[in-house]
């Protein structure tokens, strides 16, 4: 990778500054699938912003970008201190249609550029040459800083790595303990990509998951911070998605936990393996 990973334990109560970064990327992010009535979404976007969380991940499908730009227009945090993540969805992969829409979605956050974009799924419109060739084509003219896939196999990733142009920055996909991802992660090493890792709770299942719970027992931790930390002591970047206060700061705190080999051991023995967002149109099925 092209940067090295220092995970350390936070004393007291984490700030923005205690997460640590891959290529200008913090690595616990906030991620905002769900956040559908608009004012709750403003609303949990600016207490994510407020507590300390400088990613936030939204996609075009979401159909949250525009509260995303509000909270962070609201907010105490300069748009510049945010690392902004938006996908263009399977509808509009054809060239002229990445084009459009993603000004559409410029607009809509109420930014010039985002920080990472991403192509959501390699299905429907999807066209290797031609997307990514749009894609490129939105770096040059600044409107992303950085290309991204998401739910790519091995081998589309390395494609895609063979004909943008730009570097492919991050694969984002699902990455939990039920769902570890080991070649994912592999394909990712070898082609220098930043794994994301999207439903790092596995939308509340490894909540329950006996070794999880051991291993939060004996840190005084949470379920939920337990997976996260062992995400990102994996070098995996996590964007959990939580609309309560007390969940977003219940994540946060993940960045005060440190995992040892035989918890980290341990969380990956674990016999049980569970996707939870698998459309027909994804490229393994
Ligand atoms: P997730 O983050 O694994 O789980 C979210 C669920 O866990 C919500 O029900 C949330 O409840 C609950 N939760 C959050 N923090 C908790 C805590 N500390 N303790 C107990 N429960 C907690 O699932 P996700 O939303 O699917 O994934 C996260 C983000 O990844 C998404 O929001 C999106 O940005 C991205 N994503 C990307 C793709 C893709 O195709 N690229 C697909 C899926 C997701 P409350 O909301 O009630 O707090």
Redesign the pocket.
């Known amino acids: 990778m092209t940067d090295e990973i220092e995970v350390t334990t936070v004393e007291g109560v984490p700030t923005a500054g205690d997460v640590p970064t891959l290529g200008g990327m913090p690595m616990l992010g906030y991620?905002?699938?769900?956040l559908e009535d608009p004012a709750a979404c403003v609303d949990a976007v600016e207490t994510a912003l407020e507590m300390g969380y400088r990613h936030v991940?939204?996609?075009q499908a979401?159909g949250n970008e525009s509260e995303v730009g509000d909270a962070i227009a609201n907010s105490h945090v300069d748009r510049e201190e945010v690392f902004l993540a938006t996908?263009v969805w399977i509808d509009n992969l054809a060239g002229e249609d990445v084009v459009e829409t993603a000004y559409d979605s410029l607009e809509k956050l109420g930014t010039d550029h985002v920080d990472l974009l991403?192509v959501?799924?390699p299905s429907r419109s999807y066209d290797a040459a031609e997307t990514l060739a749009a894609f490129d084509d939105l770096v040059d003219e600044g409107v992303t800083d950085r290309i991204g896939v998401?739910?790519f196999e091995p081998d589309q990733l390395a494609e895609a790595c063979e004909l943008t142009d730009a570097p492919i920055f991050a694969h984002?996909f699902?990455c939990?303990p039920l769902l570890p991802q080991q070649h994912l992660l592999d394909a990712c090493e070898e082609h220098d990509v930043h794994p994301v890792a999207?439903?790092?709770?596995?939308?509340?299942s490894v909540?329950d998951v006996p070794e999880v719970a051991d291993v939060a027992a004996k840190h005084e931790a949470?379920p939920?911070q337990v997976s996260l930390a062992w995400l990102r002591q994996r070098g995996v970047t996590a964007?959990?998605?939580?609309?309560?206060e007390g969940?977003i700061r219940?994540?946060w705190g993940s960045l005060a936990v440190r995992l040892d080999d035989d918890d980290m051991a341990k969380l990956s023995s674990i016999d049980r393996t569970e996707r939870?967002?698998d459309p027909g149109f994804a490229p393994w099925n």
């Open positions: 991620g905002t699938w769900k991940d939204t996609a979401y996908k991403y959501h799924w998401s739910n984002q699902e939990h999207y439903s790092p709770l596995a939308r509340g909540l949470t939920a964007i959990p998605k939580a609309a309560s969940h219940d994540n939870q967002v």
